[in-house]
C-alpha cells in the first residue's frame, strides 16, 4: 500500500507558519541562514526576481531541531522552502538544495536560461549541479571541519590532511572544467549557484586558500571573482538578514 503525503491547500496548513509566520503569504516563504547551502535558494530567487519571505533559521538556538522546522525538513538542515503556489495551484514545501532550485529554475524560468528546458544541455547542467550536492559541497565541509572548527584541535592531522587532498582534486576537476569558459557548462546556470558559493566559503570563510593552494587553481579564482560581481549575487548572499 502507497501512502502518500496530504496535499495542503493553504500555508496556515504548514505548522513551520506559526513559528515563522509570513509577511507575504503569496510569496515563497524560504527558511535559511547565508551559509553557502543557504545562499543557493537566495541567490537564484534573486536571479529569477521572484519575490520571497526570508526566514532566518538561527543555529544559535537550534531552531532547526525544532516540531515547526522539522515539520519542513525532517532532515533537519537548511534551506527549505514553501511556495504558495505550487504545481495545479497547491502550495508545496521542499528541502535540499539540488530539489529546490532545479524546482524554482523550472517554475519561473521559462526561457530556460538558467537551467536549459530540454535536451543534453538540461542534462550537463544537471549532472554538474549534482557533482555539487553529491560531493563538491560535502568534501569541502569536513575541510571546514579540520581546519576551522572543532576538528582543527585534533593532534592526529590525517583526517585533515585526506579533505586537504580531495579538495585539492575538487578544485583541480573545477579548474580544468572552466577552461575557456566563464560558466562551468559554458552560460550561467543554476551548476554555478550550487558551486560557487562553496568555491567562496572555503577561501573566506575557512580561510584555507593557502592550504589548498588556491593560486594553482587561476581558472577558479577568475570564475568566482565573476560570480560575486553579480548584483543577484551579491543581494542573494545577505539572506536572510540577521
Do not use: C
Not at 503525503?5 to 493553504?10: A, D, E, L, R
Not at 547565508?34 to 526566514?55: C, F, M, Q, R, W
Not at 576538528?151 to 583526517?159: C, L, S, V
Amino acid at each position: 500500500m502507497t501512502i502518500q503525503t496530504p496535499i495542503k491547500s493553504s500555508l496556515d496548513e504548514f505548522p513551520i507558519t506559526n513559528k515563522w509566520a509570513p509577511k507575504n503569504p503569496e510569496h515563497i516563504q524560504l527558511y535559511s541562514l547565508p551559509t553557502p547551502n543557504g545562499v543557493k535558494v537566495s541567490i537564484l530567487l534573486e536571479e529569477l526576481g521572484l519575490p520571497y519571505d526570508a526566514h532566518q533559521v538561527s543555529f544559535a538556538t537550534n531552531d532547526q531541531f525544532s516540531p515547526e522546522f522539522l515539520s519542513l525538513n525532517p532532515n533537519n538542515k537548511i534551506p527549505a522552502i514553501i511556495d504558495p503556489a505550487g504545481p495545479d495551484g497547491a502550495p508545496v514545501g521542499l528541502f535540499e538544495t539540488g530539489a529546490i532550485l532545479t524546482y524554482l529554475a523550472d517554475k519561473a524560468d521559462t526561457e530556460g536560461k538558467l537551467l536549459p528546458r530540454e535536451g543534453a544541455a538540461r542534462y550537463e547542467t544537471l549532472q554538474w549541479l549534482f557533482w555539487q550536492v553529491g560531493g563538491f559541497g560535502p568534501m569541502l565541509g569536513q575541510l571546514g571541519f579540520f581546519h576551522k572548527f572543532a576538528g582543527k584541535e585534533f593532534e592526529d592531522k590525517r583526517p585533515r590532511d585526506r579533505y586537504v587532498d580531495e579538495t585539492k582534486r575538487l578544485f583541480g576537476v573545477l579548474n580544468t572544467q572552466l577552461e575557456g569558459k566563464e560558466w562551468i557548462t559554458g552560460t550561467y546556470s543554476i551548476a554555478d549557484i550550487a558551486v560557487a558559493p562553496w568555491v567562496r566559503t572555503v577561501v573566506d570563510f575557512y580561510e584555507a586558500g593557502d592550504l589548498i593552494g588556491i593560486d594553482d587553481f587561476p581558472n577558479v579564482t577568475a570564475y568566482l571573482e565573476r560570480f560575486l560581481a553579480r548584483p543577484a549575487v551579491q543581494a542573494g548572499l545577505k539572506q536572510p538578514a540577521s
